[in-house]
């Protein structure tokens, strides 16, 4: 009687922790994917984790299994839709607006970045870019800060991208992609401080200020791929 009870225990438990893994993801398209499938795949390993099925000719449903919150993106057998979001358990709903807009809701991570959103809409740039870099050092060891910071580290300068960078905790720095780009970094900065520190002054024999200077300087480095 008690292995039985204890068999009962076991089967209530592993069906709790399956059940507490699920999600499901509930979509509505603009423009029709019918007949071509549609996948989630994984952020940055491209990996195909989920398939859904259409339930008409422009909305699907995929249900399945998550271990953990993971950075995903949706495609279709031709081609890769510019959503990105946080596959995590429950019940998320994908909304797409225009060819580059999707809206995603129904769980608490990609809630709070669907909330910044709204917030930030009719702001100015630099206010949306800082937000986005609180965001990054907030959730750095989740999938969203993950996911965000891989597009962030692309749109910063060198000397941003270095100064951002030694924010971060270790396990953020120690990714390969980002230990490159922090490099590069440095080499660029390096090479605009011998172009500036060549032009002294003197650029085609006239006297220019330091501000003309460094700009005259970005766009020879620019010219020449540093």
Sequence with gaps: MRRFLRALLLCAVLASCSESHVFT????????FYGDGIYLCDFFSRDTLASGRFT???????????????????????????????LEPGDIEVRQ????????????????????????????GDSVDAGIRELVLE???????RMLWRGLAYSLDAQEYIDFYNLLGEEMKSDSL???LYER?????????????E????????????????????????????
């Excluded at 993801?25 to 029709?32: C, N, P, Q, T």
């Excluded at 000719?57 to 995929?62: D, L, V």
């Excluded at 959730?139 to 800060?145: E, P, T, V």
């Excluded at 032009?199 to 330091?210: L, S």
């Design 185 to 197: 970094s440095q080499r660029q900065l390096l090479s605009l401080g011998a172009m500036f520190s």
């Design 139 to 145: 959730h750095q060891g989740d999938a969203l800060g």
């Design 178 to 180: 980002y230990v490159r």
């Design 56 to 86: 008409d000719s422009t909305s699907f449903i995929m249900e399945g299994n998550v271990p953990a919150p993971t950075a995903v993106y949706l495609k279709s057998a031709s081609r890769r839709t510019s959503t990105a979001f946080v």
């Design 25 to 32: 993801v509930k979509g509505s398209l603009i423009r029709s």
């Design 199 to 226: 032009i002294a002054g003197k650029v085609d024999g006239r006297k220019m200020d330091a501000p003309q200077k460094w700009r005259i300087a970005v766009g020879r480095g620019t010219q020449q791929g540093v």
């Design 97 to 124: 607006v225009n060819d580059a807009l999707f809206l995603v809701s129904g769980t608490p991570l990609n809630d709070e970045y669907l909330q910044f959103m709204g917030r930030t809409q009719f702001q100015p």
